[in-house]
């Protein structure tokens, strides 16, 4: 952690900004069925941190949260971005939205802790073609907020 520099993120209509202090400990693509509805998406990139490493700096009073079966997402109340979630199973975990970082902002994490998981049921419109390690539902060890 003693080259990471924190980086920023935002909803898209700039009511609610972040800082993350640490590099992301994983980051997945999840295919599940939850979170391509959640997010209107044929997949949705997580990246995974310890809470504590995740601030918000404005907005706190505009993030939502829908409570799911999976996890407690948050997303701003103005513009509907989704910025993280959170799971009773990880308690002290978050995940946040590369996506929405500033700029050219990377998580950080370690490359080869990037990968697909819940590939099985992905959409029939999807054809996975970078050579990520692929996973039929969570990729050990079981840290992923869906399904």
Not at 22 to 31: L, N, R
Not at 60 to 77: G, Q
Not at 118 to 137: G, H, M, R, V
């Amino acid at each position: 952690m003693t080259d990471f520099q924190p980086i920023y993120g935002r909803c898209e209509c700039g009511a609610v900004r972040f800082r993350v202090d640490a590099p992301a400990q994983e980051m997945y693509h999840c295919h599940c069925s939850r979170c391509r509805r959640l997010h209107g998406t044929l997949f949705a990139t997580f990246a995974y941190i310890q809470r504590e490493h995740l601030v918000i700096e404005q907005g706190s009073e505009n993030l939502a949260t829908y409570d799911s079966p999976a996890a407690h997402w948050h997303f701003c109340r103005t513009c509907g971005c989704h910025l993280l979630a959170e799971s009773d199973r990880k308690p002290g975990g978050a995940w946040y939205m590369p996506a929405t970082l500033d700029g050219d902002a990377t998580p950080g994490h370690p490359k080869e802790t990037e990968k697909h998981i819940f590939a099985s049921s992905k959409s029939p419109c999807e054809t996975i073609t970078d050579n990520l390690p692929q996973y039929d539902e969570y990729a050990p060890p079981e840290i992923s907020p869906t399904s």
